[in-house]
């Protein structure tokens, strides 16, 4: 499948990985039944993401009897989000479904996204995780945490247990890689857009092989990015946490001196206890919050590209390519 045949395709589906080679058998014996059983000219964009494993090589093999599987290789790890970047801002069907490769999202739900897209004229269909009781106990309260908390500061136009499962028009697609971020969070950019849309539900499935390729780290980082990438709140909330902390040092600098009048302190504990304890916290917190914003401001003005791409075999010869930014 080239570039130039992307008028003829009606469907492209972006599958990020990152040493999935455990996975992928599973996922191409359920993923290629699901999509040749739709009818329509389609593509599926594997993007590897730097994979140490045999990922390249196994995905090579699957394209000897797979035409319509293109592989981009990025020339190391940028993280999932940088890959989806890489598989929407490359695939050319009129619609672009994402999908792990992990089979948590069932890919037979691909074409009840296609057919409620099309019978609504819908820009955006969302998976939503119905059931989640294959997750831990764990990671379903931090994420429901996580969706709460993400719905009061960007609004309730955000679906709730809407992960990176989802059905894009060709209008919705070409609107998101207009967006100037270069640290994406498509659960929050593609509500924010505002595209008609629609919801199909479904019951999350365990892992299929491998391990998690989102650890606790990267779900924290994942929250971080979240909120100040979507919010200025935590910018007032450092005002607010310094307004509270000044009201309560007054009350301590009355208790304190009122304890120095008595004769119950020792020299200097007053303005020790006073002034470190919590203008110096209150301080750190802010600092910290400042400190997240600055940082995205100072990767902004770099303008360095989400990824790099190394290969991909959609192009006549697979050759090195130019920065491409998300």
Request: hydrophobic letters at 45%; proline letters at 6%.
């Amino acid at each position: 499948m080239s570039p130039a045949a992307g008028s003829a395709v009606t469907l492209s589906v972006v599958v990020p990985m990152y040493n999935e080679e455990d996975a992928l058998p599973a996922l191409a014996a359920r993923l290629r039944p699901a999509l040749d059983g739709i009818g329509v000219p389609y593509e599926v964009v594997a993007v590897d993401d730097g994979s140490a494993d045999k990922t390249a090589d196994l995905l090579t093999d699957l394209q000897t009897d797979w035409p319509q599987l293109r592989v981009v290789g990025l020339r190391r790890n940028y993280g999932h989000q940088a890959a989806l970047t890489a598989g929407l801002h490359r695939a050319v069907g009129a619609y672009v479904a994402s999908i792990d490769a992990d089979l948590q999202d069932p890919p037979e739900k691909i074409a009840e996204m296609l057919a409620l897209a099309h019978r609504d004229r819908l820009d955006v269909v969302y998976g939503i995780r119905e059931d989640r009781s294959s997750d831990s106990g764990f990671k379903r309260r931090t994420a429901g945490a996580y969706y709460w908390l993400m719905r009061k500061l960007t609004g309730p136009q955000l679906p709730a247990q809407a992960g990176d499962f989802r059905l894009l028009s060709r209008a919705a697609v070409e609107a998101v890689k207009a967006l100037p971020d270069q640290q994406q969070v498509y659960r929050l950019l593609v509500p924010w857009l505002g595209f008609p849309s629609g919801q199909v539900r479904y019951t999350r499935e365990e892992r299929v092989a491998g391990r998690t390729k989102y650890p606790v780290t990267k779900m924290v980082r994942l929250a971080l990015d979240s909120i100040t990438g979507f919010s200025a709140a935590p910018l007032r909330i450092a005002t607010w946490l310094g307004l509270v902390s000044f009201l309560v040092c007054l009350g301590l600098l009355a208790f304190s001196v009122t304890a120095y009048l008595f004769g119950h302190t020792v020299p200097g504990w007053t303005s020790l206890f006073v002034g470190m304890l919590f203008i110096g916290a209150v301080q750190l917190i802010c600092a910290g919050l400042l400190g997240e914003y600055i940082g995205r401001i100072y990767t902004a003005v770099q303008h360095r590209p989400t990824y790099y791409v190394g290969t991909d075999s959609a192009l006549d010869t697979a050759r090195s390519e130019g920065p491409e930014q998300g």
